[in-house]
């Protein structure tokens, strides 16, 4: 993580956050690490609660507990223990918050703490949903930044990060070769786009499902099948929903899909398909087929494979996002820091984007990390595009 | 046509631009025409001025004229008559511009009357640069929209469109095999994009040459090699500039370049590649090698081979955009000149983007042309996505 | 055309081909005038008869006579004009045969002077099907090379010669945005192969059509749709035949397209759409939209568009295969044309292969013309390679 | 794997291989073990040694043990334990061999056994060139069929299935992200070319390197960048050896890597890169990073990592084919052991190519699996195809 770590160095140097007590509610992985540590290297006093149960590296945790980290989370805790870690975080008070869903500021602002915050970083789509409508409610009392938005963030990590480690979850899931097989993907923001793409970069026929016209338009131009997932159903053979909403595939889909379908989610939450549904109409029974695949049998013997409980699948069966990608995130996240330290109270109550300044230094370190050099304008070149009169 | 068709009968049964002069200096080509059929059916006095000499096909000049609109523009006129006719369409006194490079725009500011302009609407990054200076020398004295910038202009118009007809430009001009070349793309702004995904579409092995870290990196990870344009003048078989800044390809690109280079422009004007510089170094000779194709003999015997002048090349080589791509681009014109007719002096002075009502709706239109249909949100899933607690 | 300029230069220093009378049947192009002139070069008399009406270029016949090659065919001839050159040359008394669809060497035999022949080489799928045809009956009386299926020819110039130029006809010949628009590709040998991946390099949704099982799971392997020509008829905007066989789009499929479809043939004869059933049901007329398109209305208004009267489209519309892919294939011609004057007699009567040296010699020359360099094996991995206990 | 499920049926029914002994040299995994039921269904008596010490699952060995199939292979056994298994199968006395790698013929001509054999399958590269060492040697005894060489195992297997699982080893093994860098595939042959289909597919730009010119001039029209080995180092982030050659990748090639680099082999035996060279080179230590990950520290810090010991990644670091691909694979070796059986002595001692129709049953199966149907031709269209004068 070379972005990462040079803004380490200039945190351990600058001791720019000490004592500010920052809160996290993360996927609990060795690149979470990393950024607990730079934050920790500027002095910072940290604490961690796990953002989702199957992604915690209970290792990773352990280590970070050595380094004085206060964590809480263990790989597949229960619902209850989840709240729990949360509410004992909400109670440390945090000046902070780094949030994967809104439920740390959430958390928060329920406590009635959530006004005595220097800020926030959100990181998920469904997060800033969330998020936003507290603004519109006039419920959100600080500044999130919404890294999430970040260019770097979007056009980079979701779409090659998530693209490609997406894919990943469900190969290792389920061993099956993508070549020949119609993989259809419901939801087009960056993160579908990276996963239409490398499907089809793996030999699939790809589907996509959307309600936007424009991404559907695109999906299109780029030579996607588009139709409604009703009409999709019935001609995948992988379905991938990462849409931010709920009950995205339902029963009516479920009833016409084909003997083997696979089913994986990539979006944050497990409810973007109806697992209630898929239940009840496996009446010829569930059974696990291999470690995250449990295959659920309808009354007429078809069989529809749903992988990791249909939790995200880039984290529930492989190993989340690259640490390249990682990397680019999380330098993100830990310059935003350091400005809402560095800047307090200068950002209002609300929903933020990242400073392009701030995405662009970004840009620069990871080109650099991948040894790629560019031009720069020339100052007639400069000259020419700032007049109107060439 | 589809959508401008259905646009042009509602406009035909509302008359809502009776009587208004809209003036265009556009490429004069059959879309255009369609247009300015659209706004007469509305009711528009309409005048049109040939935006760039080798576009302009002359038998539509000559069917608009006989439709009533004034027109002129000949193919392959000179400089001096260009501006001729340019003072012309000013001094006719359009109440709105329509403008490809912001030379009406700026005729009438020079002529002093912008402040009485309704409004205009400007379709290329190059015009726009030079509005925008003038937005900031606080000289322009119109509302401007920059149609170029709606998402239906620059994801769809810009990269499909423009990415298939630059490339089409340089294989009927050049009727070489793309496959197992080189080609070199210098910008990776929505048209670069385009022409970089065509060309390695066609077996082509792609560079961009990149001045914005965000752009260069995105190239990269779409597995496309990123350099300075100096290294890439070493390998190129084929370039293409695209940028909207002048002297992107210089002497000391061309003195790097191998024997049988082909030099195209997909830029608006012709100042991407140094002709001057090109030109001293043809100690050899420059001679015609195909109608629209300039052999430069360096003093070494390599020969650089420079395609239509210079001049922009889907339209001097190819036939422009294909129309289903103007018919977005033009219903979402005909549909701001419509909003700036009946909401007159709503719109400050200054750059404004296409509201996105306007351009879902040409999305929406072009979908339902294609035969796509595609899913809506369920209540339910729009109100999880508007409450911050699920 | 590098490969073929080192092969003339060889023959006009050798002249190897004294006196020989190679005749020959091919498309007048730029291209075959450089391969006559290289045999002419290496000391043989030529004389050329057209292949098709539509591809002869006039200038260039015209250039060919002026360096006293005997030539026949004018751009656009009818039947009974073609026949007759064809018999001229007969009548001329070839002792080699250069043939594209096998009528030189059925005309030779049926003349009555196919024993009397040194051999032939025929380059068309089509013409080896005949030729073949009358190996089985024994009624071919000489050797004739497959110059068509050496793997320089199949592999590289069907594929990605005919692949670009196939496309490049129907753009120029409609000016058709192909980004989202679904093309089916009927015929999935090499130069099918060719188009569809060249039809999804330019942003369409690709669907083939094939009745070889290993060629129709190759193309679901690539992640096109498969599907029965009756089925891709409701779903192509663009149809490409390129099979060999007649009446490959017939009555029924016509009339279950889509308003405004394309029609077009890559094949070698105008067989594969079934023009009088076409021309029957468009009982709305027939009318010429653009030059080369003809719309066929039918009875319910629907309007199928026509490319070039059903003829070769890349060549009927465009320029044929691109100058570098004719260098290779014509480089082969001439190295078989030499291969059968110095070695007379060697092959028997029948069609047989081109030898892999004389292939692989065109490859290495491509290769060195692409500037392209490549590794050799080590003697120590030669020895590994070929021995059987490492 | 319903391919090979109907065959096992078949055999279950009509016994034909009643009695006859069947010796096996494979990787001991789910697929084979089919493959050794569909066998023994046929009434065979079947005996099983490892190909590979790491690709051996040991719960499949142990399964197949309690069917009575004799089984000889642990995980991660030494050489002495591989040649001691070997033998042990030659000395059970198997009528027909099934081998990969071409060790257990070869053990049984050493042993004097080979003229006894009814024949033979071979079903990888490597093992090909040794028995065609044999056969030039006269010491071949036995047919022995090139399962390996069949379209359906070249075309589809070699392809898609390592193409797919080669870089899901390295995935699995690494976690890199493939968008942005560059993967170098040394050897273009099936498996090559499946490589470097799929790392392009994965945003990786892909370099080739070839000593074919043939392949080498296909990959560049492909769009792949080609150039020698020692180059190629320079550039690489990613390296995969897959021509079948020792020594490949050598100390001269090491010492050009970046730092970083990724060494992993997807050729049948561990010889490809230079293992000992690279230890040799590592004089800052050899140190584990992950499970199958080596990191090599050069003198001057830089570190090269390499994969699963240079043994072949798909195996040893992911699951090997998917079921799907082993399915096609392992119906053909069915199918042909049936015929050695049904038609003993027809084929003379030698290596020989399966039988056309055996391939196309197969692709017919496999693609009535997908669901995909295709069309036929007419009698009509036959005619044409077959006569010579239409």
Redesign the interface.
């Known amino acids: 993580m070379p972005v990462l770590r040079s803004v380490r160095e200039r945190f351990g140097a600058e001791r720019s956050l000490e004592g500010v007590r920052v809160g996290a509610c993360l996927h609990i992985t060795a690149e979470t690490a990393t950024l607990m540590r730079a934050l920790a290297a500027g002095g910072a006093e940290v604490a961690l609660s796990a953002a989702n149960p199957f992604s915690t590296q209970d290792d990773v945790a352990a280590a970070l507990v050595g380094d004085g980290v206060v964590v809480r989370g263990v790989h597949g805790e229960g619902r209850s223990e989840y709240e729990a870690h949360l509410a004992a975080l909400v109670a440390w008070g945090p000046q902070l918050a780094l949030d994967d869903g ?1 439920d740390l500021v ?1 958390g928060l602002h329920r406590a009635g703490v959530g006004d005595g915050l220097l800020g926030a970083t959100e990181e998920t789509t469904t997060g800033l ?3 936003r ?2 603004e519109r ?1 006039g419920t959100l009392r600080c500044p999130v930044v919404a890294v999430n938005e970040a ?2 963030e979007r ?2 990590n979701d ?3 998530t ?2 480690s997406a894919l ?1 979850g469900i ?2 899931a389920t ?6 097989r119609t993989v259809v993907v419901l939801g087009y923001g960056w993160t579908g786009r990276g996963i239409a ?2 499907a ?7 589907v996509v ?3 936007d ?2 991404r ?3 999906a ?10 009703l009409d999709a159903a019935e001609r995948g053979d992988v379905f991938v929903t990462v849409t ?5 595939l339902t029963r009516q889909h479920f009833e016409r899909m ?1 003997d083997g379908a696979l089913l994986a989610n990539a979006g944050h ?1 497990d ?1 973007e398909i109806d697992l209630e549904a898929l239940v009840e109409l496996a009446t010829g029974g569930v059974r696990d087929v291999r470690p995250l695949v449990q295959q659920h049998v309808l009354a007429d013997g078809r069989r529809l494979n749903l992988l990791a409980g249909g939790r995200v699948v880039n984290l529930a069966a492989a ?1 989340g996002h ?4 990682m990397d680019m995130s999380f330098a993100l996240q830990a310059l935003t820091v350091e400005r809402l330290v560095r800047e307090p109270r200068v950002l209002e109550p609300g929903v933020h984007a990242v400073p392009p300044e701030t ?2 230094e970004v ?2 370190l ?2 650099a990390s ?9 100052p ?2 400069q000259d ?7």
Chains 1, 2, 3, 4 share one sequence.
Do not use: N
């Open positions: 809104a959430g949903v969330r998020l409508a507290m409610d260019i770097t056009a980079f779409r090659y990060g693209g490609q990943d190969l290792r061993h099956v070769l993508l070549a020949g793409l490398r089809r970069g793996a030999g699939a026929s790809v499902c959307e309600v016209p424009f559907a338009l695109e299109r131009m780029e030579g996607f099948g588009v139709m409604p997932a931010g909403a709920p009950k995205v084909k939450f409810v190993e690259p640490p390249e990608v995405d662009r840009a620069r990871k080109l991948l040894g790629v050099e560019i031009d720069a304008l020339t007639e070149q020419y595009l700032h007049s109107w009169a060439p």
